[in-house]
Nanobody
Framework: QVQFVESGGGLVQPGGSLRLSCAASLRSFSVYAMSWYRQAPGKQRELVAS???????NYVDSVKGRFTISRDNAKNTLYLQMNSLKPEDTAVYYCNARFQLEYWGQGTQVTVSS
């Protein structure tokens, strides 16, 4: 059974930073394309950032220049460094893994508010 342990969410003021982590119990973690999604109240889940098995990254326009996705294959862990946070970044953030099958984490709440 695949399990994800997501951490790093919380309450932060506008302009602040958070680093999300997602530790996955996936065999052959390195072959998976990994992504972070988010879902704000009343909105659809959206793709925030993704990283391929080869390390190629992609970001939604609204976070470009502020968020950085990375992975440590030796630790089976995915990261999302979030800087210059805005109130509109408030959402539940989900870790996603995809390679033939797709898996989701349980989500971690990020709240940006003064």
């Amino acid at each position: 059974q695949v399990q994800f342990v997501e951490s790093g969410g919380g309450l932060v003021q506008p302009g602040g930073s958070l680093r999300l982590s997602c530790a996955a119990s996936l065999r052959s973690f390195s072959v998976y394309a990994m992504s972070w999604y988010r879902q704000a109240p009343g909105k659809q889940r959206e793709l925030v950032a993704s990283i391929t098995s080869s390390g190629r990254t992609n970001y939604v326009d609204s976070v470009k220049g502020r968020f950085t996705i990375s992975r440590d294959n030796a630790k089976n862990t995915l990261y999302l460094q979030m800087n210059s946070l805005k109130p509109e970044d408030t959402a539940v953030y989900y870790c996603n893994a995809r390679f033939q099958l797709e898996y989701w984490g349980q989500g971690t709440q990020v709240t940006v508010s003064s």
